[in-house]
Nanobody, 119 residues
Framework: QVQVVESGGGLVQPGGSLRLSCSASGSISSINAMCWSRQAPGKQREVVATITTGGSTNYADSVKGRFTISRDNAKNTVYLQMNSLEPGDTAVYYC?????????????WGQGTQVTVSS
């Protein structure tokens, strides 16, 4: 079992920055990757950034060049640095831990944190 808890959301003006944090606990060694996703009202959940245990990262086209995912292994924490925020980035942001083995995948989700970009 893995537990994840997000923090760091809030209200920011367009062009501003926020850093989200995701703390993981439990069976940390079983995690293969950590992801940040978001869901805006009336829209499907979108994966915006992923980081693997090997350090590889991947981003959605909509956030490339603006968002950066990173991790602090000593703190079992993953961050999402969001710069040049736009109103279209407004959403609930979720962190999830991916535990995968051949033929099996489990995702452990946090409760989400609201990010609102508005003047």
């Amino acid at each position: 079992q893995v537990q994840v808890v997000e923090s760091g959301g809030g209200l920011v003006q367009p062009g501003g920055s926020l850093r989200l944090s995701c703390s993981a606990s439990g069976s940390i060694s079983s995690i293969n990757a950590m992801c940040w996703s978001r869901q805006a009202p009336g829209k499907q959940r979108e994966v915006v950034a992923t980081i693997t245990t090997g350090g590889s990262t991947n981003y959605a086209d909509s956030v490339k060049g603006r968002f950066t995912i990173s991790r602090d292994n000593a703190k079992n924490t993953v961050y999402l640095q969001m710069n040049s925020l736009e109103p279209g980035d407004t959403a609930v942001y979720y962190c999830n831990a991916v535990v995968s083995r051949p033929g099996i995948r489990r995702d452990y989700w946090g409760q989400g944190t609201q990010v609102t970009v508005s003047s």
